[in-house]
């Protein structure tokens, strides 16, 4: 069966991620590939759904526990509905954020919560990226860019710069701990120049398929 290649952009609020996740399937496609753009929470129907439950409200509105299960459940369906079938049709997938976004923003937000996701995952969703693009960015310019968005989504940019610092040092141990897929990119650059380090990245790792 045709596999395509599942690329994933994780990072903090603020970090770029939509605008680089948008130059890369506009450089892929001009390349001639067959890119599906997507991302969580959402990325289906269903899951477009669950995404306004949780990212509008006030931010004790769940806890870390249900939330573990609402952005699961809108994953799941955003796999079964988009993800698997692209990937099989040899689609490459490029998803704004993914599982470890939970592993960072439900995962650490007490002792035992990381083991529930990654057990979660491992039952429910299974798909692990071939490659995950970590851009790194300093926690105050990435708190200051989301906070100048103005949009009704700010359940967790409402939890302020210990957030932000706590997912950014978060996430740089995940890149460790899942170093043979990620990759790290530095967001304090020009838009386009950080463009150019992802799809350089990416190029790479087409070509050892
Ligand atoms: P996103 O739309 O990517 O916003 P941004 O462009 O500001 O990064 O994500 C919205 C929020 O959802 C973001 O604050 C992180 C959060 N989130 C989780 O808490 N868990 C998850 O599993 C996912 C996918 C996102």
Same mark, same amino acid.
């Given at each position: 069966?045709?596999?395509?290649?599942?690329?994933?952009?994780?990072?903090?609020?603020?970090?770029?991620?939509? #605008?680089?996740?948008?130059?890369?399937?506009?450089?892929?496609?001009?390349? *001639?590939?067959?890119? !599906? +753009?997507?991302?969580?929470?959402?990325?289906?129907? $269903?899951?477009?759904?669950?995404?306004? &439950?949780?990212?509008? $409200?006030? %931010?004790?509105?769940? @806890?870390?526990?249900?939330?573990? &299960?609402? /952005?699961?459940?809108?994953?799941?369906?955003?796999?079964?509905?988009?993800?698997?079938?692209?990937?099989?049709? *040899?689609?490459? !997938?490029?998803?704004?954020?993914?599982?470890? @976004?939970?592993?960072?923003?439900? $995962? =650490?937000?007490?002792?035992?919560?990381?083991?529930?996701?990654?057990? +979660?995952?491992?039952?429910?969703?299974?798909?692990?990226?071939? +490659? #995950?693009?970590?851009?790194?960015?300093?926690?105050? !310019?990435?708190?200051?860019?989301?906070?100048?968005?103005?949009?009704?989504?700010?359940? /967790?940019?409402?939890? $302020? &710069?210990?957030?932000?610092?706590?997912?950014?040092? *978060? /996430?740089?141990?995940?890149? @460790?701990? /899942?170093?043979?897929?990620?990759?790290?990119?530095?967001?304090?650059?020009? %838009?386009?120049?950080?463009?150019?380090?992802?799809?350089? =990245?990416?190029?790479?790792? +087409?070509?050892?398929?």
């Amino acid at each position: 069966m045709a596999h395509g290649q599942f690329i994933t952009l994780e990072g903090i609020d603020g970090s770029g991620k939509s #605008t680089q996740a948008k130059l890369l399937a506009a450089s892929l496609r001009a390349d *001639g590939y067959d890119v !599906v +753009l997507t991302r969580e929470p959402g990325g289906s129907e $269903g899951a477009e759904e669950i995404r306004s &439950l949780v990212l509008e $409200g006030s %931010p004790d509105r769940w @806890s870390a526990e249900t939330e573990i &299960l609402l /952005f699961t459940a809108a994953r799941r369906d955003h796999v079964e509905k988009l993800v698997l079938p692209a990937l099989a049709s *040899g689609k490459i !997938v490029i998803c704004d954020r993914f599982a470890d @976004s939970t592993r960072m923003y439900q $995962g =650490l937000r007490a002792p035992h919560l990381r083991k529930i996701v990654d057990e +979660l995952t491992d039952l429910m969703i299974q798909v692990e990226p071939d +490659l #995950t693009i970590l851009i790194d960015l300093d926690p105050e !310019v990435g708190l200051a860019r989301a906070k100048s968005r103005n949009t009704s989504e700010e359940r /967790f940019e409402d939890f $302020g &710069l210990d957030l932000q610092k706590k997912m950014q040092s *978060g /996430f740089l141990h995940l890149s @460790s701990e /899942f170093a043979h897929r990620f990759q790290r990119v530095n967001g304090d650059q020009d %838009p386009n120049a950080l463009a150019q380090d992802i799809y350089a =990245l990416v190029r790479d790792k +087409l070509k050892c398929r």
